[in-house]
């Protein structure tokens, strides 16, 4: 009989593929070494060591592009050119770690009729933006209050023949899909077929696939640069998936924020009933995403939960229980839950740091959160950073930025656990005060 | 209690339906389309001042204004007759160059309008030069500059900087405020004053208008 996998073991195993130097290519054994060791520091300060000095990341989102002398537009729809701009950013500013970009493919987007976003050069006119402009989200009710019931009775089955139609308008055939349970007996798959075969199903299947190949050559490039910047400087990712807590699930991108927040006071047991479902879809996604490129990092992006957006009871009742449930199910199954916390945190953190969370399990990025009440309330259990304020990076000076840095680290981050990171994705910035920062965390953030 | 006091005690509650059923009962008993209005105002104070102290949120304020505007829809046909608020003062606002946000700003438009400013809303992605036109054409005392990316903080020293151009700028008083606003970028854009959420909007326009 085979052992139980403990999910540490899991955990230990994603981490010793993220670390292992087999299948991946160095110019050197030097920068192998380097590789790992940043690795190695990574996994310190999430398991609450000290490591040889304090990991330090960049978000950096339309800035690679604005550095390289490149557009938004250009970041999304010219491979090449986008490639080249990172590969320029990451040799002039040697960060330790890869850093994320607006590097998206375009065609994709706009084969699949996605009207979700807008973004810069857009081949679709009621989406496109300005090339300088960076992507960005149209709030709006792509899921109506009256269709809480079929969300909480199928989600998967609301996401693809409602969700979907709506928001990839390419794909709108979909909602004429019938069951796939009509496999079951042969005689009934003429029939099942015979509808898929219906000219708007088929035009979404094959807008599906002509999307799928449009970002298999997106993603030929992005594999081909971020083995670059691990071949050549020894830079490791630091995201293997993505998921979100699910209750933005719900009030980010089915009921936007007014909806949900409508919803919250006239149909509370379904948008609890509706976060619970959600649930084990925001688990699963994180899990695979983090076992296909075998990294235990899975990026959450906290937004609706933030102090300002409701009140500490709501958060208890709405919010909280389900985004645990969510934290507890990736890392029962290896994944390190990398949350992205916006806006403040202040009036949460005793919530969270009191609800039992295994230690050495997590992450969490803050923005405007009061730091010194962080480290109190998560020092003892989680690895802790960001705060470092986008305004610095754009509005400050180099001599502001070391200051901020210098003691950011000396009041919060001399036992470990903890990483720098600004506090939000930085789209504008001075390059000055980007190799401020870079710099500062070197020379302040090296142990003794 | 009165029908009155009910129907604020009713919208200061969050009782949506009772404050909708309460507005009808004001109405068919007679009462003017302005005590209907005074009621909403009344409860919108103490939401207000709800939220202020952090009792209410997001929530609180987006059912409130959907309450309001189902009441309005219910007096409406009887404003025509009614005599015109003074207003506290003029606010225009809008979300800056090269930014589609308005989650935020449509909040500080609502909290700015209930708190008796009349409010002109420019909507998103509004250039610097439409600002320009709109001050001269509304002569606001305060000018609201709201945008949620970092690349909305070029575009709100760009606007302050047309109005300065077009020799308005010391006519109004600007506030700033969305996304990682903080002081940093109000120094850099050059505004007057910036601020963290709707109240703080509200509260600035009440000190450098009155109201």
Redesign the interface.
């Known amino acids: 009989m085979q052992a139980q996998t403990t999910s540490e073991q899991k955990m230990e195993a994603l981490f010793a593929a993220w670390m292992s130097t087999e299948g991946k290519s160095f110019v050197s054994p030097e920068v192998a070494q380097t590789y790992q060791r940043r690795v190695q520091r990574f996994k310190d300060v999430v398991q609450l060591k000290k490591p040889d000095q304090v990991p330090t990341i960049l978000l950096t989102g339309g800035f690679v592009a604005d550095y390289a002398g490149i557009s938004h537009g250009e970041m999304m729809y010219d491979y090449e050119k986008a490639a080249r701009a990172i590969l320029k950013f990451h040799e002039d500013f040697q960060p330790d770690y890869q850093a994320a970009s607006n590097f998206l493919p375009g065609p994709a987007f706009d084969r699949l009729g996605y009207v979700l976003y807008r973004w810069p050069g857009s081949k679709i006119p009621s989406q496109s933006l300005p090339p300088t402009m960076p992507f960005q989200m149209v709030e709006a009710e792509y899921m109506r209050a009256d269709e809480y019931d079929q969300l909480i009775a199928d989600p998967e089955y609301f996401c693809l023949r409602v969700y979907v139609p709506r928001i990839c308008k390419a794909l709108g055939g979909w909602q004429l899909l019938p069951t796939f349970f009509a496999t079951m007996e042969m005689p009934f798959i003429p029939f099942w077929l015979g509808v898929s075969g219906a000219p708007p199903v088929m035009e979404a299947f094959q807008a599906f696939l002509e999307a799928v190949r449009l970002n298999a050559e997106y993603g030929a490039v992005s594999g081909r640069v971020s083995a670059e910047l691990m071949s050549k400087y020894g830079m490791p990712g630091t995201i293997g998936g993505f998921s979100k807590a699910p209750f933005d699930i719900l009030g980010d991108t089915l009921r936007g924020t007014r909806g949900v927040m409508l919803d919250m006071y006239r149909c509370p047991d379904k948008v609890l009933a509706a976060v619970e479902r959600l649930t084990p879809i925001a688990i699963q996604m994180g899990l695979q995403a983090a076992m296909m490129s075998q990294h235990p990092f899975v990026l959450i992006p906290l937004h609706k939960g933030a102090d300002g957006f409701m009140s500490r009871e709501d958060f208890k009742k709405f919010y909280w229980p389900t985004l645990k449930a969510t934290l507890l199910g990736l890392i029962e199954g290896g994944a390190v839950p990398f949350l992205f916390v916006e806006g403040g945190y202040n009036e949460r953190l005793d919530i969270i740091a009191e609800s039992g969370l295994p230690a050495g399990r997590t992450i969490w990025l803050f923005d405007r959160t009061d730091m010194k009440a962080v480290k109190k309330f998560f020092g003892s259990w989680a690895c802790f950073g960001g705060n470092v304020p986008a305004s610095l990076f754009y509005a400050g000076t180099p001599q502001e930025m070391e200051t901020y840095v210098r003691d950011l680290i000396e009041t919060v981050g001399q036992d470990g656990g903890f990483f720098l990171s600004p506090g939000v994705v930085v789209d504008q910035a001075r390059p000055e005060n980007v190799r401020a920062y870079l710099e500062a965390a070197r020379k302040y953030g090296v142990y003794g | 209690m009165s029908l009155k006091n009910s129907l604020v005690h009713a919208i200061a509650e ?1 009782q ?1 339906e009772e404050a909708i059923r309460l507005t009808r009962a004001m109405v068919d008993s007679g009462a003017s389309p302005m005590e209907v209005l005074d009621a909403a105002r009344e409860a919108m104070d103490i939401v207000g001042q709800r939220y202020e102290k ?6 609180e304020l ?2 409130a204004g ?1 309450i309001l505007s189902q009441m309005a829809e219910i007096v409406k046909p009887l404003l025509a007759q009614a005599p015109a608020v003074k207003k506290h003062g003029r606010v225009l606002i809008g979300t800056v160059a ?6 935020g700003k449509n909040i500080v438009v609502f909290m700015l309008d209930v708190n008796g400013f009349e409010v002109m809303d420019l909507g998103v992605d509004v250039p610097p030069q439409k600002f320009v036109e709109a001050v001269k054409e509304f002569k606001p005392q305060v000018v609201g500059l709201s945008g949620f ?3 909305a ?2 575009s709100m020293k760009e606007t302050i900087k047309a109005l300065e151009v077009a020799g308005l700028r010391n006519q109004v008083k600007v506030m700033i405020g969305g ?4 002081e ?2 109000r ?2 854009t050059g505004a007057d004053a910036w601020g ?2 709707a109240m703080a909007a509200v509260n600035l326009a009440k000190q450098w208008i009155g109201g």
């Open positions: 969050m949506e952090g009792i209410y949120f997001l929530p987006m059912m959907e090269g930014d589609i946000h308005d989650i990316l970092t690349l903080f070029d996304g990682s606003v903080d940093h970028v120094a850099y963290r959420d």
